[in-house]
């Protein structure tokens, strides 16, 4: 399974971007795509997922009614609406691939991802 983050870049607070994944590969067999983020020094922190079988979507509360995770079937991809951007959204961005889990929160957790692509930096002034 390959994952291919792009639509990073450079904002001003208060600003949008979007990022966005394109999963391939024939050996993925679950159903999360997760978006995630990491500054130096830190843990890597869940921001969205999604289950790609039913569009059930899953927030941090930080980023709830700002960020909006969403995907095209016919483009294997899923992308990440970012509005309303802080200085303290920056980070890199990487989108993951993993198992679904009944309790929300779980979805969010690194631990539940096998895949994992290279990231994508997000910087905003």
């Known amino acids: 399974v390959q994952l291919v983050e792009s639509g990073g870049g450079s904002v001003q607070a208060g600003g949008s971007l979007r990022l966005s994944c394109v999963v391939s590969g024939n050996s993925y067999s679950g159903k999360l795509i997760g978006w995630f983020r990491q500054v130096p020094g830190k843990d890597r922190e869940g921001v969205a997922a999604?289950?790609?079988?039913?569009?059930?979507?899953y927030y941090d509360p930080s980023v709830r009614n700002l960020f909006f995770i969403s995907q095209e079937k016919s483009k294997n991809s899923v992308s990440l609406q970012m509005n309303g951007l802080r200085p303290e959204d920056t980070a890199m961005y990487y989108c993951a691939a993993g198992r679904w889990s009944r309790w929300w929160r779980e979805n969010l957790k690194t631990e539940r991802y096998d895949y994992w692509g290279k990231g994508t930096q997000v910087t905003v002034s």
């Open positions: 999604i289950d790609i079988g039913d569009d059930s979507v």
